[in-house]
């Protein structure tokens, strides 16, 4: 299904700071649903250019921001052509959740080291020795109780 998705980044008044600088968020809308997020860049109002959704001038302040702002766009972009291709349905929950890298499965060491070490048990006498296999058993528990 084709989603229209729109991006606008925009200088957020509500949440001033006490050094009267703006948080710049962005807001992506699909299919008419809306998600806004910080970008964590802050900006003097007076620079803010609300047509154009970046900071005016050609400062050095002015090129960094407008660049992460780019990329930022860029990075939405590639998302939606990626969920396309994977036949994902495009939901505002789905862009915030890949956006903040929720739903990226959680690697943990123990689970790593321990498929390592089965690994590892299948290649003894071809690849490794049997005295290997047992120091990667050893290390694994050394560091189990490492963390415990």
Do not use: C
């Amino acid at each position: 299904m084709e989603a229209k998705v729109s991006i606008l980044f925009y200088a957020k008044r509500a949440k001033i700071k006490t050094n009267s600088l703006f948080p710049i968020y962005t807001r992506i809308t699909v299919n008419g649903k809306r998600i806004e997020m910080s970008t964590g860049r802050f900006i003097d109002p007076a620079k803010w250019s609300t047509s154009a959704g970046k900071i005016k001038g050609q400062s050095e302040e002015a090129r960094s921001v407008n660049r992460r702002l780019d990329l930022l766009k860029v990075k939405i972009i590639n998302m939606q052509m990626e969920l396309i291709h994977q036949n994902i349905t495009i939901t505002p929950n789905v862009f915030k959740s890949k956006l903040l890298g929720l739903d990226e499965k959680q690697r943990m060491l123990i689970p790593i080291f321990e498929d390592h070490n089965r690994k590892i048990k299948e290649l003894v006498g071809k690849e490794y020795a049997p005295g290997t296999l047992e120091r990667y058993k050893t290390s694994l528990k050394h560091t189990i109780d490492f963390l415990e």
